[in-house]
């Protein structure tokens, strides 16, 4: 027997031994004082979590845990935690249990924290996004599921403004947006005047990246649909109240935002029914 | 659906998309109108505007008290909207937040004219440049 199988079977004989023989190599070990705990930044309505999974205890016997959370819509940091005896986790699942998240709006971490909820985090043992179809989890690679990407469709129903008042959207914290498509309308009021709509996409900074404006002007008490896509051209319908105008393929950051800007605007005029298609990421 | 109705510019809107994803208002510029009334040169709020001024530019700004319901990544502020403005009115559906609107003197201050306006700024006797 050489020397080094010799050891082996010593190492074999330990309680460790037998025990990491249990456990395998993807388990964690917690002492006592250790929590596990869910993390979620979320923004879909309707939507509940369910994290469970199984334990190794220093007697030998398999105990296993589930918690639940139900997090805010808002993007903060919703948590919730258990309690671990000393011993092992041996796996954890993170799944869906009722809503349904898009590919983007539902975040999840497993971590180890110390002492109580939130307080110190020791370890991280897996994060991802979690739809009805992909749970994350504990040990092993994020789930897959047919068809997901990286991004997801949005049609955003934009805020309906005050008479006088420009349409403006910012693309909100953490996201950046493909624009596809707006669509918006502009009614003049009674005073005279030839209203130009345009459309603008700026910076953070409010700097200009790109503005179009349609070929013609809208005269008093006349109402006008403003159409603007990738992949068209600046053209009038033949009725004269609708008007498509291309843009290009452009892509804003976090914080960019997309205004009209009504050049001749008068206090009675009002821009109704935005809409956009986006693709966020 | 949640709806909402903006006190700082008047715009209304709904909280969550069709396909239940957030949404988060933020207030638009306001349009600021360069005129000349009588003798002076003013920088006015475009609903500000009276008979007999003569318009001579118009320019966005950004909007004092301007809500903006983005919430901030600073991991620090638990979520909370990165302004606040003048607040909201909230209502389950948009018939309820309607007859709430027509109830509100607030509600009805921001819609003719957005959150409180200063007054006309004088910029300058007419014959002197001013942007």
Redesign the interface.
């Known amino acids: 027997m050489t020397d080094q199988a010799y050891e082996c079977m010593e190492l074999a004989d330990t309680p460790g031994a037998k025990r990491a023989r249990l456990v395998g190599q993807g388990a964690y070990y917690v002492d006592g004082i250790d929590h596990l705990q869910i993390t979620c930044f979320n ?4 939507v509940s979590l369910l994290c469970s999974g199984r334990a190794l205890l220093l007697d030998g016997r398999i105990q296993s845990f589930s918690f639940p959370l139900t997090p ?6 919703s948590r919730a935690f258990s309690a671990m005896a000393q011993g092992w986790i041996l796996d954890a699942v993170v799944t869906v249990t009722a ?2 998240p ?1 590919n983007l ?1 539902t975040f999840v971490q497993i971590q180890v924290v110390r002492g109580a909820q939130g307080l110190l985090e020791v370890a991280r043992l897996q994060q991802g996004f979690v739809t009805a179809n992909i749970a994350i989890r504990f040990p092993g690679e994020l789930g897959s599921s047919s068809g997901s990407s990286s991004s997801t469709a ?17 693309v ?3 996201h950046t947006w493909t624009i596809c498509a707006v669509s918006f309308t502009l009614t003049a009021d009674a005073v005279a005047g030839n209203r130009e709509a345009v459309l603008r996409f700026l910076d953070s900074l409010n700097n200009i990246l790109y503005e179009i404006g349609a070929d013609s002007s809208l005269t008093a008490n006349n109402a006008h649909r403003y159409s603007y896509g990738q992949a068209t051209y600046l053209k009038t319908n033949a009725d004269g109240d609708s008007t498509v105008m291309p843009i290009p393929f452009i892509r804003l950051p ?2 960019s ?1 997309m ?1 009209t ?7 009675g005029d009002q821009l109704t029914a935005p809409i956009y298609s986006v693709q966020e990421e | 659906m949640p709806a909402r109705f ?1 006190l700082s ?6 909280t ?14 306001h ?1 600021i109108v360069s005129v000349t009334r009588g003798a002076l040169k003013l920088d006015v709020e ?2 500000a ?1 009276q008979p007999g001024d003569v ?1 001579v530019s ?1 320019r ?1 700004a950004p909007r004092a008290n301007a809500r ?1 319901e ?4 600073d ?1 620090k502020t ?2 909370q909207p990165i302004a606040a403005g003048a607040g909201v009115l909230e209502a389950p559906d948009a018939a309820t937040l309607a007859a709430a609107v027509a109830a509100s003197p607030a509600a009805a201050l ?2 003719t004219q ?1 959150a409180p306006a200063p007054a006309p700024t004088p910029v300058g006797p007419i014959g002197v440049a001013f942007s």
């Open positions: 923004t879909a309505t309707g805010t819509t808002n993007g903060a940091a809503g349904t898009t709006s949005r049609v955003i129903v934009g805020t309906l403004p005050g008479a006088g008042v420009n349409i403006s959207e910012t909100p914290a953490g976090a914080g935002k205004t800007n009504i050049h001749s605007f008068d206090a | 903006c510019c008047g715009g209304r809107y709904h969550t998309d069709a396909n239940g994803m957030a949404y988060y208002h933020t207030c638009p510029d349009t475009l609903h505007v318009i118009q966005n903006d983005n919430v901030q990544a991991g638990k979520g921001a819609v957005g």
